[in-house]
């Protein structure tokens, strides 16, 4: 079993978490490169996961914004989007293809593949970190 850790020295104003949603089972790994065998097959991971609709990361906010779903197998599917209003936080809106409606609040009911969001900024001046937002120019 392998852990992968990423360190992100300055955190972004959109914060995107792609989960890993596939598990290899059975076979071995040898050779490198073009030779390489995995010998095994994936499968994808249909695990229900938790995620907060707010997240702290160091000292910096996070206000989730959107979610990407995946449904179908490994070699074929369909994404769809949920988004949240910014101007009413608990209004969720499910988008497939040309298909847009307002859904519930309970963002838990999603599987995600990805998750978006979005750095809460402070509308106060001294601690304004969006310094492309106009309402804090000097």
Do not use: W
């Not at 850790?5 to 790994?29: A, D, E, M, W």
């Not at 095994?40 to 996070?62: H, I, R, W």
């Amino acid at each position: 079993i392998a852990i992968r850790q990423s360190v992100l020295t300055k955190l972004p104003n959109i914060l995107v978490i792609h989960l890993k949603r596939y598990k290899k089972h059975g076979g071995i790994s040898f050779g490198f490169g073009k030779n390489r065998n995995s010998g095994g097959s994936l499968k994808k991971d249909n695990t229900k996961v938790t995620f907060p609709a707010k997240l702290t990361v160091k000292t910096e906010k996070y206000q989730l914004t959107g979610i990407v779903e995946h449904s179908g197998g490994l070699s074929s599917g369909h994404y769809i989007a949920v988004i949240v209003n910014q101007e009413k936080p608990d209004e969720y809106y499910y988008c497939s293809d040309s298909s847009v409606r307002k859904i519930g609040s309970n963002h838990q009911q999603m599987n995600p593949y990805m998750l978006f969001y979005s750095k809460i900024v402070s509308n106060n001046p001294e601690n304004c970190q969006n310094s492309k937002n106009p309402e804090h120019e000097n």
